[in-house]
């Protein structure tokens, strides 16, 4: 899902998001691929507040995807508008947007480069902070890892990181995205089976964000919202809500149905693993 089209054009006048509390709206949004082609999301409404974690699951084709798209603004609503901070999407400099909503997915880009460089991408061009990187990959449930490759964190990765597993992938790619502060994590789930390990490993990450946001949240600071396109039941039960995305409607799924009780309710619907 991150080998993306683009199809829309920079504004003269956007602006640079310096700094971005967290705070995500989609107000009324409808797509639609083409002009004979079906609406893929119908008046869609959702409002993720500052350290969020959300699930969205949905069948194959229901749209989840290209939610993502907008938001990283792939493409544009045919109607409505994305709001990041109360500011439209179709505003912020591409670049901006990018550094502030980071993307994590099992076939994330990782470049030929050394871990740290992966990690501190965003410094590449000036002066990577080492301490900041190890931060990160302790919190993204990485850093055990790294240091046992030959040369720890100065480890060359082949072209697109292929020597490295989906869920090492994904964990680098979790550790990158803290590293320069996105403001907003998307998580796409693997479908395909990670080892159970790997699975636990990146579920851990997500716990240790969590565990993050409610002591960012108590010193009222910024926070991360994240994302998750799920597709495990355990994934699921992190989140705080979860929504249901199917035919272009968007629902929030009952309290009731993520309680332990009605956990088979979820399983039954096919929709999480
Ligand atoms: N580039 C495209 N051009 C035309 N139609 C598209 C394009 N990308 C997706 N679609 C269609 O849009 C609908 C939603 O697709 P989307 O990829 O958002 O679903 P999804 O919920 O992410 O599915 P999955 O869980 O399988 O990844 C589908 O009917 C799909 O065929």
Not at 74 to 100: A, E
Not at 156 to 167: A, D, E, M, Q
């Amino acid at each position: 899902m991150t080998k993306f089209e683009d199809k829309v054009v920079e504004k003269p006048d956007a602006i640079d998001l310096d700094y971005v509390t967290g705070e995500l709206k989609f107000c009324d949004v409808s797509f639609k691929y083409g002009d004979d082609m079906p609406l893929v999301l119908n008046g869609l409404n959702l409002h993720i507040g500052a350290g969020e974690i959300v699930a969205l699951v949905g069948p194959s084709g229901g749209g989840k995807t290209t939610l993502v798209k907008l938001l990283l603004r792939l493409y544009d609503p045919i109607s409505g508008c994305i709001l990041i901070d109360n500011h439209d999407t179709r505003n912020i400099r591409r670049q901006s947007l990018s550094r502030h909503v980071g993307l994590v997915s099992q076939d994330v880009t990782l470049f030929s480069g050394t871990v740290a460089e992966n990690i501190g991408y965003r410094d590449l061009a000036t002066k990577i902070d080492m301490e900041r990187v190890k931060n990160a990959a302790r919190t993204a449930n990485v850093d055990d890892f790294i240091r046992k490759l030959p040369e720890g964190y100065e480890t060359y990765i082949g072209p697109r990181g292929s020597t490295l597993s989906g869920g090492q992938r994904q964990r680098i790619a979790i550790a990158r995205a803290l590293y320069q502060n996105s403001s907003i994590l998307i998580l796409d789930e693997a479908t395909s089976a990670l080892d159970s390990k790997s699975e636990l490993l990146v579920r851990q990450a997500l716990e240790r964000l969590k565990k993050n946001h409610t002591s960012q949240l108590k010193r009222s600071v910024h926070c991360t919202i994240v994302l998750v396109i799920a597709h495990r039941l355990e994934t699921v039960l992190m989140a705080k809500r979860v929504f249901h995305l199917d035919n272009g409607k968007l629902e929030e799924l009952p309290r009731s149905t993520m309680l332990s009780g009605d956990k088979d309710s979820l399983l039954s619907s096919g929709l999480v693993l």
